[in-house]
């Protein structure tokens, strides 16, 4: 299948610092990718809708002035967490839409990177 | 109702087993099924993927999907140990973003 890579597979930041993660398409060009927040044993929650050009769309909730979200290029999504604090500790997984012919689509996550704020 | 709804478990059954995974979902709008398995401090990785209804078999996965009941399956058949993980469904309508159960924790025990 397509490959989805994430930077970097865990971080420890200390608290006030911004963290800086990326997502990048391999083999592909995504105008779409997603990010995610997952705590333990918990399903995934989706944070925002990045598309590539564009502003991001966030869920309700979702600080987009501390979670910043740029798709500058048709391979590469970053997720800045600013102004990190402890309970911004989690993972955060990216995907990427992959349209095939005919409008379909799938979808690939990346391996995910665990931020720990101290 | 929520959109999806999936089981939990957890689910323990012994290796060479046949396992049934399956999620319900209530908006007849979604045209595209996907199961993903996600192994424990580690991204989702995709298994299967059918659009619309009908069945899908890759290897020992079998993919099944009935749009008029809503109701969509995964069937494992000579499960192995490693394929102990949660099992995630996830469904869309096309340009939006997927819709997740809550996964299914698998235990194959040797």
């Known amino acids: 299948g397509a490959v989805v890579s994430q930077h970097p597979s865990w971080v420890i930041c200390k608290s006030g610092t911004s963290v800086k993660i990326e997502c990048r398409s391999l083999?592909?060009?995504?105008?779409?990718m997603f990010w995610y927040r997952q705590f333990p044993k918990q399903s995934l929650m989706l944070m925002a809708t990045?598309?590539?050009?564009?502003?991001?769309?966030?869920e309700q909730g979702v600080e987009k002035d501390k979670f910043l979200i740029n798709h500058a290029s048709l391979t590469l999504s970053t997720l800045t967490v600013t102004s990190a604090h402890p309970e911004d500790s989690s993972f955060y997984i990216c995907?990427?839409?992959?349209?095939?012919?005919?409008?379909?689509?799938?979808?690939?996550f990346g391996e995910g990177s665990w931020l720990t704020v101290v | 109702q929520k959109e999806v709804e999936q089981d939990p478990g957890p689910l323990s059954v012994p290796e060479g087993a046949i396992v049934s995974l399956n999620c319900t979902y209530s908006?007849?709008?979604?045209?595209?099924f996907m199961w993903y398995r996600q192994y424990s401090r580690k991204g989702p990785e995709l298994l299967m993927y059918?659009?619309?209804?009908g069945n899908k078999e890759d290897g020992r996965f079998t993919a099944q999907v009935d749009k008029s009941s809503k109701y969509i399956s995964l069937f494992i058949r000579d499960s192995q140990p490693s394929d102990s993980a949660t099992y995630l469904c996830?469904?869309?309508?096309?340009?939006?973003?997927?819709?997740f159960g809550k996964g299914t924790r698998l235990s194959v025990i040797a």
């Open positions: 995907s990427a839409r992959l349209t095939g012919q005919g409008g379909g689509n799938t979808i690939y």
């Open positions: 083999d592909f060009q995504a105008t779409t």
């Open positions: 990045s598309n590539e050009g564009s502003k991001a769309t966030y």
């Open positions: 908006n007849s709008a979604f045209q595209y």
């Open positions: 059918t659009y619309s209804s």
């Open positions: 996830a469904m869309n309508s096309g340009n939006t973003p997927l819709v």
